[in-house]
């Protein structure tokens, strides 16, 4: 149980960091709307082509914006030297990676939601007949990212370049969420929309698998 | 040492047999012709990296749960000479595929994943030189390495489900069916002499690894006096 009461208590304690600030969530959503708008510069597409290309740039632009959004996420910890004593506090340091994974996850999820909006506008795809899936998609690629992410966060930390680093390991090791968030979200929002379930448990695994090794390997993570 | 030389001659040895074999030996393949002769080379190499990375993930849990350095060393030295296996696959590939395909690259399931493991593993090398200290340095790539290998088959499997909606260009056989008994026989022993070639490059950057580890205690040393 203290698990769950210890990821409680230090998943309000990253909320409250962001929300007395909200520099995270504001420069991401702004970074992710650059993106978006110069996607669309570089390659103007058509109706037909938005539709096509539209769910993958979304994507791309989720995963850039996560590997810059991620990058404070142990990086803050170390200023005042908090991760140590974060470490003495709690009886499993697995659930410091809980909390800060959740908050990160509602962080993605919450910068996503606000970007839907004019993503559909933008790029002419009306979202609304799918929505509820789309958004099923969204957090479980999100929580994938962040898993991954609040991992490769603890390690980049501790290295030299850690602000080119984290992209550079994350990026690939994300390969597969790109590939199946992009691919199920483009028959969703197709003319005539599909719910590729196969797609949707394939995110599941991929966010099992690595939550479960960030169980297991999580506190060699944090070692001094 | 001496048995370190007796291996690399005998690797060497075996590389010869092995070009002799798929260059004479076995048969000209009918509709692919002289290029698919590159096969037990770039088939094999491949092998022999996925084999080294396989040893390299070892390596890894083995450093995370012991904690010697000899696993680190290990590790560094597989993803080294895996990466070069893989580079070699990388670029012997488009010269097969290019007659046969009429393409140098198709965003394949077999072509991407390989792509990404060299992705991920240069990655691991790069954090390898980004950190200083060196526990530090063992511990944070081994569990890097750990993840990374994971990722591996997921890739795949991503690719392989939802992005090869075309039938990829289908003229490789790869080692499974109707491979004539020659050319079987050319390829298994190609891949015995990768194995054996990759293993004395092994053995050969780990010696390597463990000098600069004494070099590096003799420098400490040296500077406290």
Same mark, same amino acid.
């Given at each position: ?21 909200? #520099? ?82 509602? &962080? ?83 003319? #005539? ?8 448990? /394939?995110?599941?695994?991929?966010? /099992?698998? /690595? ?5 297991? &390997? ?7 | ?55 390299? &993930? ?90 990374? /290998? ?72 040296? #500077?406290?006096?």
């Amino acid at each position: 149980m203290s698990l769950l009461s210890n990821t409680a208590t230090l998943l309000g304690k990253e909320l409250r960091t962001e929300f007395r600030s909200r #520099e995270l969530l504001t420069t991401t959503v702004v970074f992710i709307l650059v993106v978006l708008i110069l996607f669309s510069f570089a390659i103007s597409p058509t109706a037909e082509e938005s539709r096509e290309f539209g769910p993958g740039l979304l994507w791309l632009a989720i995963l850039f914006a996560a590997s810059l959004m991620l990058q404070p996420c142990f990086l803050r910890e170390q200023t005042n030297d908090t991760l140590s004593s974060l470490r003495l506090a709690v009886s499993d340091p697995f659930s410091i990676f809980l909390a800060k994974l959740i908050a990160n996850t509602l &962080f993605l999820l919450l910068t996503e939601i606000l970007m839907l909006p004019l993503f559909a506008v933008f790029y002419n795809i009306p979202i609304l007949p799918k929505l509820h899936y789309l958004l099923l998609v969204l957090f479980l690629g999100s929580l994938g990212i962040s898993i991954a992410g609040t991992a490769l966060s603890a390690i980049s930390a501790q290295a030299r370049m850690r602000e080119l680093l984290l992209p550079l390991l994350l990026l690939p090791l994300l390969t597969p969420i790109l590939v199946v968030s992009a691919t199920v979200s483009v028959s969703l929002l197709d003319r #005539e929309p599909i719910v590729q379930w196969k797609g949707i448990a /394939f995110l599941g695994v991929f966010d /099992f698998i /690595f939550l479960t090794a960030l169980w297991l &390997f999580g506190e060699y993570l944090l070692e001094e | 040492m001496a048995k370190r030389i007796l291996l690399g001659v005998v690797a060497i040895l075996l590389l010869i047999a092995a070009a002799y074999a798929s260059f004479f030996v076995a048969p000209t393949e009918r509709t692919m012709g002289v290029i698919q002769r590159i096969f037990y080379f770039h088939a094999a190499t491949a092998w022999a990296g996925e084999m080294t990375f396989f040893v390299c &993930f070892v390596a890894n849990l083995l450093y995370i749960w012991k904690r010697q350095q000899k696993y680190d060393w290990l590790g560094v030295t597989c993803a080294e000479v895996g990466l070069a296996c893989i580079t070699v696959v990388l670029i012997t590939g488009p010269i097969w595929a290019h007659p046969v395909w009429g393409i140098w690259w198709t965003w394949d399931a077999r072509l991407t994943s390989t792509f990404v493991l060299w992705l991920l593993y240069i990655s691991y090398l790069l954090l390898r030189s980004l950190i200083e200290e060196p526990d530090r340095r063992a511990l944070l790539s081994a569990l890097f390495g750990v993840f990374a /290998f994971l990722d591996v088959p997921l890739v795949f499997f991503s690719i392989r489900w939802w992005r090869t909606q075309h039938p990829a260009p289908v003229v490789m056989g790869g080692s499974g069916s109707g491979l004539d008994p020659t050319m079987s026989k050319v390829f298994f022993f190609n891949v015995f002499v990768m194995h054996v070639f990759v293993a004395f490059l092994i053995v050969e950057r780990y010696v390597l690894e463990k000098l600069r580890h004494d070099v590096d205690i003799l420098q400490r040393e040296v #500077e406290s006096q």
